[in-house]
């Protein structure tokens, strides 16, 4: 049997945001830490694949994924991955490592949490960009 993980991360690398949802539970829970506009807390399939639709379009479709490794015993289930991405706003392209923890109900992905190598690079990344003011 496919992990969900597995189902979501194939999802998400062929572009199909609707056979990746389907892999999460509808009152599935994702825990986004740091200090970004795109921190938080997602509750609901809608909310949690409008995170990523809106991942996607803020970096111009170059977000690319590599998933590593996925571990899971039926109940719980890691996935291992690397994302780079640009943005037309910044000059340092994002490349992170990125552990993926879920907790599984029914074959689905219930709530998950997810971990950054580098939280500071990833804030810095995802969020507002630093106005610039000129010297007087």
Excluded: K
Excluded at 4 to 20: I, K, V
Excluded at 21 to 47: C, I, K
Excluded at 123 to 134: L, Q
């Amino acid at each position: 049997m496919t992990s969900p993980l597995s189902a979501w991360y194939d999802g998400l690398t062929a572009g199909d945001l609707a056979t990746a949802a389907q892999s999460l539970t509808e009152d599935t829970v994702l825990h986004v830490p740091g200090r970004s506009s795109n921190t938080g807390t997602y509750t609901g399939r809608d909310a949690v694949v409008g995170f990523v639709a809106h991942a996607a379009e803020v970096t111009g479709g170059t977000l690319s994924l590599t998933v590593h490794r996925v571990l899971d015993d039926g109940e719980w289930g890691v996935a291992l991955c690397t994302y780079t991405a640009t943005r037309p706003d910044r000059e340092q392209p994002l490349e992170n490592n990125l552990a993926h923890v879920a907790r599984l109900r029914d074959g689905r992905i219930a709530e998950s949490w997810l971990h950054s190598r580098d939280q500071y690079a990833v804030d810095e990344f995802w969020g507002d960009p630093v106005a610039v003011s000129s010297p007087a």
